[in-house]
């Protein structure tokens, strides 16, 4: 395989196949809450020891939601979404190269 010559391509060219590891990516943010269960004997009854839920906040059809994700899942939603952050943290950069480009070839026109 030849090497382009041109850093920004090879730049974008990396970030676009980087792309398809983040296909699994979730919209929203992640949210920790701590509450307590109501139950008088449980370890939370004290107010310190408090259970973990975890939601996702996002908009659904333009609606702020806040969907509960089971203890079990959280690792791997929190990763999700962050891949959501990685995506267009790679948009942006390739647009930016691309108007770099665009306006390169606009002035030997
Ligand atoms: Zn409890």
Same mark, same amino acid.
């Given at each position: 395989? &030849? +090497? ?12 676009? &196949?980087?792309?398809? !590891? ?6 929203? !943010?992640?949210?920790? &809450? ?10 939370? +009854? ?19 939601? +806040? ?21 267009? !943290? +790679? ?19």
């Amino acid at each position: 395989m &030849r +090497a382009p010559s041109d850093p920004d391509l090879e730049l974008r060219g990396k970030l676009i &196949r980087g792309l398809g !590891s983040l296909r699994e990516m979730l919209p929203g !943010s992640f949210v920790e &809450r701590k509450r307590a269960c109501g139950r008088p004997n449980c370890h939370c +009854a004290d107010g310190k020891n408090l259970h973990s839920q975890f939601q996702i906040s996002v908009l659904v059809d333009g609606k702020p939601k +806040a969907l509960n994700i089971p203890a079990e899942l959280a690792v791997k939603v929190r990763e999700k979404i962050e891949m959501r952050r990685h995506f267009d !943290s +790679a948009a942006a950069t390739i647009c930016r190269l691309n108007l770099k480009r665009f306006l390169k070839e606009k002035e030997t026109r």
